[in-house]
């Protein structure tokens, strides 16, 4: 009960607002608002008033769904990024991985070097980093890189012949062209 006589005794006590005002100097009095008047408002400035704002908050929605979609993107974008950065950094591996496949005799070192070379590719994999198949292409400057060129019989001209280093996709963007033999 004490407890309860001061919390009540609080409540009661004069407050100062930041304008040194006592809360004292109002009881009582009507605090006049000429907005929320109804004598002075006509029925027309209520529904102007009301369209207005009705816009200003259509106009609000569309801009907040504007701006999640910008950031949800830029979000993305950054995530992306990363990916390829880690990935770009982890191609000299692959190479090397590939060049040790090449030349291992012993067959149980090289079923434990390719092991660990497809547990890499596969971490790439669910990364969404994906090998290219570029044998049999037709070159494409956007994906492949050309540093030889052969003649073939049976193969017309600019046909990929043999990949020499893989290249990489990162959904539809070329991360790592491929270096490819190319076909005169």
Do not use: W
């Not at 605090?31 to 529904?47: F, G, P, R």
């Not at 390829?84 to 060049?99: C, G, H, Q, T, Y």
Request: proline share 2%; aromatic share 6%; glycine share 4%.
């Amino acid at each position: 009960m004490a407890k309860d006589k001061n919390v009540n005794e609080r409540m009661h006590e004069d407050v100062k607002d930041k304008d040194g005002v006592n809360s004292e100097d109002f009881k009582g009095e009507e605090i006049a608002d000429e907005n929320l008047k109804t004598d002075s408002c006509d029925e027309s400035d209520v529904k102007d008033d009301l369209e207005s704002l009705k816009s200003q908050f259509v106009r609000l929605q569309a801009d907040f769904a504007n701006y999640k979609k910008r950031t949800d993107k830029a979000m993305q974008d950054s995530v992306s990024l990363g990916v390829e950065k880690m990935a770009e950094s982890l191609f000299p591996v692959i190479d090397n991985f590939n060049i040790a496949l090449e030349s291992i005799e012993d067959k149980n070192i090289y079923n434990g070097v390719e092991m660990i070379y497809n547990q890499l590719i596969d971490a790439l994999l669910q990364n969404q980093i994906f090998e290219m198949k570029c044998d049999g292409e037709v070159f494409d400057p956007n994906k492949h890189y050309a540093v030889m060129t052969e003649e073939k019989d049976n193969i017309e001209s600019g046909v990929v012949i043999e990949t020499l280093k893989i290249g990489f996709t990162h959904g539809d963007k070329v991360i790592r062209p491929a270096m490819v033999k190319v076909s005169k």
